[in-house]
């Protein structure tokens, strides 16, 4: 039993090492096309220099590790982004024991983080019951029985 869980953690690692490089090679893309757009537009208004130069070049999601869409992600691209259960929420997680607003991600200049909405079972952050806690890269987020991971790109 204990060779099978082995097995199955190994798998696990190598599984999101893999995820990891393929979304690290998208984001590389996605710089070099910025970095294109930006220098196309040089020679056009100082607004639209502006703009451009205030585009961040970094961005985060969480990817559900444990529950009923496991594997999915969500792209965390607004000053606030509330999850829960309610389909009104950013990030709706259908699952009993998800509150209806569990929790929401603040994103403060280039942190995050995550904040507990009074829920009825808590928000964990790598395994502590959190009010308030800032995120950092790889961080295990507890909704209710819904696991996820916190990327930050």
């Known amino acids: 039993m204990s060779t099978l869980i082995s097995i199955l953690l190994v798998l696990s690692i190598i599984l999101l090492g893999v995820d990891i490089y393929l979304r690290t090679a998208k984001k590389e893309k996605k710089n070099i096309s910025k970095i294109e757009k930006f220098e196309s537009i040089q020679n056009l208004s100082n607004t639209m220099k502006l703009e451009a130069e205030l585009t961040p070049l970094n961005w985060a999601y969480l990817i559900i ?3 009923g869409e496991r594997g ?3 792209k965390i ?3 606030e982004t509330t999850i829960g259960r309610e389909s009104d929420n950013d990030i709706a997680l259908v699952h009993p024991t998800v509150s ?3 929790a929401k991600i603040i994103q403060n200049e280039d942190k995050y983080f995550i904040e507990d909405t009074n829920s009825a079972n808590g928000t964990l952050v790598n ?3 959190v009010t308030r806690e800032l995120l950092h890269d790889g961080d295990i ?4 029985d ?3 991971v916190f990327k930050c790109l």
């Open 65 to 67: 590790r444990h529950g």
């Open 72 to 74: 999915k992600d969500f």
């Open 77 to 79: 691209s607004k000053d």
């Open 100 to 102: 209806r607003f569990h």
């Open 127 to 129: 395994g502590i019951k």
């Open 141 to 144: 987020i507890q909704i209710g």
């Open 146 to 148: 819904v696991v996820l």
